[in-house]
């Protein structure tokens, strides 16, 4: 079986308290290498904060949370960790290109003032070109698709060379052809025998790489297994139905945050209810 | 004439190259977070500084400098905590900065006079000190700037992939609100309090009409940062015209001339294009997409819209129109049929 240094995430009886609304509770994960896991659930079921907890984004009220066998609080190696954070856009209100958006994912392994390594050129340039994007290296970010966009993040991460890759929605409003391209690029990886998280509303042309599923319903893990059918939409005799994602309309707001009141708001609705 | 016979053009030329550089480095940083009204915020909260320094007799750089900072940081914790946009957070101090200014300025019986220095510039009074202040300051910002635009960069484009990536994203943040503060008050003797904000972000919006990257755009912004001040300062020399609204008035000119330049460039991309990420082949897409996906290759003589008097069935994140008996929904440059 499995050796401690094997762990790559373990959650103990992690719970998580936003603005003093529990969004998450009793939350047991371990993670190992190698394995490929879908975080899924609806939107405000919590999976986005699962990860966020992992990456030490939202603090934990409770419990504990180890990375590489590491308390998360005394955790430091992060070049270990690639996150690709839930996103529309790589673009920002100065135009950077390709490759100098990639190059921040070296920055866990670089020092402030040093100029970069030819290592560090290396791995910026395979990381651009795992993502297939080797001939946009030197194009503006905003001139790219919001599927090119979406690869530059993931080629980010990836710069690092982590051992862990952790997306968030990576495929959200990407479109099915991206989807695509997007899964060859992580399946690439997978074969190399990378530990991959992933957070997603549905599988969709993901499905065939996931070997195991965390479904989330109201801040718990309410499945924790090898992915059913119902999952995925990788079915070809079905074909890949979903071209967009489908809104909750009946959910206030999205994914969970919570929501921030005035006073005067809080008593008016407490009248009413 | 030769103008540099005299020490006073050599002083503001010198003044005018540091404010120049250091200015535009700092508010390409500005202008990435989306917070290029962050400078004339601090530039406003820095007249209050101005105003203690004369109650109080001591030099108003000093206390515009350490009410700038204070200012700054201030601006900071506000966006940080998200409580109030960052916008508002700006307008509240922007407001208080300057009716305080111009409260104790009263009290200290100055008059408008003195405080018009401050708020447009005087950099033809500046004296050899001021000059060693400024360089020693700007080189410092520029320092910065230049040495830690990795870490910067990464931190105002993705903070949170900034902080898993191990980054202390509070310093940082914290480290750009101190420098645009410095700069402010570093560029009040050119440019102004009301002006600074200008030199500090127009040369960024100029020089990203034309770069793709953002160390080019960095550093094309300082380089036109300096030739404005340069040349504004040698024109105010000939001409009797106030150095700072001139020195604002060229870096304006050259984003006049930069902005049709950028939309010529960025139209000649969009048609140079390859369409290969996007096969236009409607049979192909129909197979990909399965059968509740069905491209209708019939051509339409108009685009549905809100105009075109078909009925239209809000579906999802889009909307059909219900056409010929079906309904249909625009996609690209074809229609499906659901």
Redesign the interface.
């Known amino acids: 079986m499995s050796t401690p240094a094997d762990l790559v995430v373990e959650v103990v009886d992690g719970a998580v308290e936003l603005g003093g609304r529990p969004i998450l509770r009793g939350i047991d994960l371990v993670v190992r290498r190698g394995e490929v896991l879908a975080v899924l659930g609806a939107n405000g079921s919590g999976k986005s904060t699962l990860v966020r907890m992992l990456m030490g984004l939202v603090p934990t009220c409770r419990g504990e949370v180890r990375l590489f066998g590491t308390p998360r609080e005394r955790f430091h190696d992060w070049y270990r960790v690639g996150f690709v954070p839930q996103r529309v856009s790589a673009a920002s209100g100065v135009p950077a290109s390709v490759r100098e958006v990639v190059a921040s994912g070296r920055l866990s392994r670089r020092r402030p003032f040093l100029p970069r390594r030819r290592e560090d050129r290396d791995a910026v340039d395979a990381a651009i070109e795992a993502v297939g994007l080797g001939d946009k290296s030197r194009d503006g970010v905003s001139t790219l698709s919001g599927g090119q966009q979406q690869r530059v993040l993931i080629a980010r991460a990836l710069a690092g060379v982590p051992d862990v890759l952790v997306l968030d929605e990576p495929t959200a409003g990407v479109d099915v052809q991206s989807q695509q391209a997007f899964a060859d690029a992580l399946r690439s990886l997978t074969d190399r025998g990378a530990t991959i998280i992933l957070v997603t509303h549905e599988l969709g042309p993901l499905g065939p790489l996931v070997d195991r599923a965390v479904v989330m319903r109201d801040g718990r893990v309410a499945y924790d297994g090898p992915p059913i059918d119902a999952f995925t939409d990788a079915d070809p005799a079905r074909g890949h139905a979903h071209d967009h994602h489908h809104p909750d309309l009946d959910l206030p707001g999205s994914d969970h945050s919570p929501s921030v009141l005035s006073p005067l708001d809080r008593a008016r609705q407490e009248e009413r209810s | 004439m030769n103008l540099l016979t005299y020490d006073f053009v050599v002083r503001a030329l010198l003044g005018a190259l540091f404010t120049g550089l250091a200015a535009p480095a700092v508010g ?1 940083y500005l ?4 917070l ?1 009204l962050m400078g004339d915020g601090v530039g406003h909260i820095a007249v209050t500084g101005v105003a203690l320094g004369l109650l109080t007799g001591t030099s108003p750089t000093l206390t515009a400098v350490v009410v700038a900072i204070l200012g700054a940081v201030l601006i900071e914790a506000i966006r940080a905590t998200g ?1 109030t946009s960052g916008d508002v957070a700006l307008a509240l101090l922007f407001y208080g900065g300057i009716a305080g200014g111009v409260l104790i300025t009263g009290l200290a019986g100055q008059s408008a006079a003195t405080l018009n220095t401050y708020l447009f510039g005087s950099i033809t009074t500046i004296s050899p000190a001021d000059v060693w202040v400024t360089a020693v300051l700007a080189v410092v910002i520029i320092t910065l700037a230049l ?2 635009s ?2 910067l ?2 931190v ?3 903070q ?8 202390n994203v509070r310093l940082y943040n914290l480290l750009v609100s101190v420098m645009a503060a410095v700069t402010v008050t570093v560029a009040m003797r050119t440019v102004g309090l009301l002006l600074v904000s200008a030199l500090m972000v127009v040369p ?1 919006a100029t020089s ?1 009409q034309v ?5 080019s ?1 960095l550093l094309a912004a300082m380089a036109l940062g300096m030739s404005a001040s340069l040349g504004g300062v040698a024109i105010s020399a000939y001409v009797d015209v106030a150095p700072g609204a001139t020195i604002v008035l060229l870096a304006l000119a050259g984003f006049v001339v930069a902005y049709p330049v950028g939309v010529w460039s960025r139209r000649r ?1 969009r048609i140079a ?1 390859p369409f290969a ?3 236009d082949d409607e049979l192909a897409l129909g197979r ?6 069905t491209v209708v290759p019939e051509t339409h003589g108009h685009e549905h819209g809100q105009t075109c008097g078909h009925p239209a069935v809000p579906h ?3 909307v059909d129109y219900v056409h010929d008996g079906h309904r249909h929904a625009p996609h690209g440059s074809h229609y499906d049929e659901h």
């Open positions: 390409t202008v990435q977070r989306r290029a409580r040495g830690l990795p870490q960069f990464a105002a484009q993705d949170e992939f900034a902080q898993v990536a191990g980054l960024v990203q770069t793709r990257g953002f160390r755009t991309q294009r990420d996007d096969p990909l997409l399965g059968d509740q996906h999802g994140d889009h």
